[in-house]
């Protein structure tokens, strides 16, 4: 204990007394406007944007060296797990500024070539991370919040900064978008969904021919690197030894065929495993799950059932749930910061914060996902494509949020889109509730603002008397109405009905296409240059019929 003491005393001592220093990154030759690639895409000169950016790395790194010296010896479970998230996220914050300053020095990028996005979208990734590091010592009595907050805050600031010197050209609205196509029904059995014109087979022309077949066929047609089955007849009975077995830093497919069975198993794909696709039997027949929870003692992060940060993760046909409970609270079935993630027939279960979107690039087709209170939430640019949503019965007196969108600066590109979706709710909702009025017990609503930008619009979906007539709730009094950006175009269905929407300062109403566009798969998460390459379908604009 005298030791433990002794450590800490030093610690802080250190940390008084040699404060975060804020440095250079030696060693690397000075850039003109000429040679910086980005030029293009900034407000400022080509040196102050690498200089700042250099400096948000360098803070980075002394962050970490701060933040590891607490590992080891802190005997709060709770304040373990944050120090562990804050490890996590500052080294997917570095991953992120490094790619940033590659693509924009040299041309070298994990992205989808359209530099601007991409650099925003990193950026974005970046800040929101310092915000959940410190957002996991929320509720704890300890000093060590305090003594990393401000070298963490000095870095958001930096990160911030650079974010407001990337600018993005307003894009262009393409008539092509609002073209007809053949399609699918949606599960709310109304309008039909398209594909994009010039489809082949149901799916986009584009999409490569091997991808097409990895999802047009049954699971017996498709040939996976390694099989996991809990009966032994496979090449492992546990999914995270499967994803051991996958190559680090890849850019070649490696899929893992999860047989049909409960796997009652915390799954994590770590930064370094890229490029991997997880399919099963199907919703419902694959299942991974976990209880994890903040009542326990986890954080909010690291409750996840399953959660992935490497980038180009496809799953399709498994169920992802919590089975924590309402009365335990937060408890997240699914965490993705996954760039350029693409998620296909799949299911999220679980209460509160069952999908967890927290950064970059998301794209969730023909899902369905289940919750109570923000079980939709993160900081994401997150597009949600013909899925069902559906809210459910939690604890007593308690409101339903569906959303719960974190973007906390106004320079992020981020964002939920929630396209061509049925919003209802299941039959414990539902059971006894009046067919043309909403007379269920529980109060449900569209989404409230987690952070000053919260951003989300609803499109072209159908949405049920379960969602209240003034359709959002506020957070906290009048905290955010002016900030935030909430839109609804061309919803139908009983809940849909404008005339009592809430009126504030930033709620809209889209009366053109044209601005519904920016929050389509071509726009908003520059779809029509990446999704191709996962062999997911999706619908490129508005189109339907």
Partial sequence: MAKTMAIIIFLIILIIIKPLEIINISGVKAVSDEDLIATNCLNVPASVFIDTLKNSMEGVVKVASIVSKFTGFISDFRVSNAVADCLDL????????SWTLSASQFGKSNGTGNLALDLKTWLSASLINQET?????????????????????????LV?????????????????????????????????????????????????SKDRKLLQSSVRDITPNVIVALDGRGDFTKIMDAIAAAPSHSTNRFVIYVKKGVYD????????????MLYGDGIDATIITGNRNVFDGYTTYRSATFAVTGANFIARDITFQNTAGPEKHQAVAFRSDSDLSAIYRCAFRGYQDTLYAHANRQFF??????????FIFGDAVAI?????????????????????????????????????????????????????????????YLGRPWKAYSRTVIMQSYISNVIRPEGWLEWNGNLYLDTL????????????????????????IFDSSAQALNYTVAQFINGDEWLPNTGVRFTSGLSVV
């Fill in 90 to 97: 500052l080294e997917l914050s570095s991953d992120e500024l």
């Fill in 133 to 157: 590091c410190l957002e996991g010592f929320e509720g704890t009595s300890t000093f060590v919040k305090e003594l990393v907050s401000g070298s963490i805050n000095q870095v958001s600031s």
């Fill in 160 to 208: 911030q900064q650079v974010l407001h010197m990337v600018h993005l050209a307003p894009g262009p609205t393409h008539a092509s978008h609002l073209g007809r196509a053949k399609g699918t029904p949606p599960r709310s059995g109304g309008r039909r969904l398209m594909a994009k014109v010039n489809d082949v087979d149901g799916f986009p022309s584009w999409i490569r």
């Fill in 265 to 276: 198993e915390i799954v994590e794909i770590k930064r370094k495993k890229t490029y991997i």
């Fill in 365 to 374: 087709r023909e899902c369905t996902i289940t919750g109570t209170v923000d």
């Fill in 384 to 444: 949600f494509q013909s899925c069902l949503i559906q809210s459910r019965k939690g604890l007593s007196n308690q409101k339903n949020t569906i959303t719960a969108q974190g973007r906390k600066d106004p320079g992020e590109n981020t964002g939920f889109s929630l396209q061509f979706c049925n919003i209802t709710g299941d039959t414990s909702l539902t059971t006894g509730t009046n067919s043309s009025t909403n007379s269920t017990t529980t109060y449900t």
């Fill in 485 to 508: 950006f909430y839109a609804e175009y061309m919803n139908y269905g009983p809940g849909a009905s404008l005339s009592s929407r809430v009126k504030w300062p930033g709620y809209h």
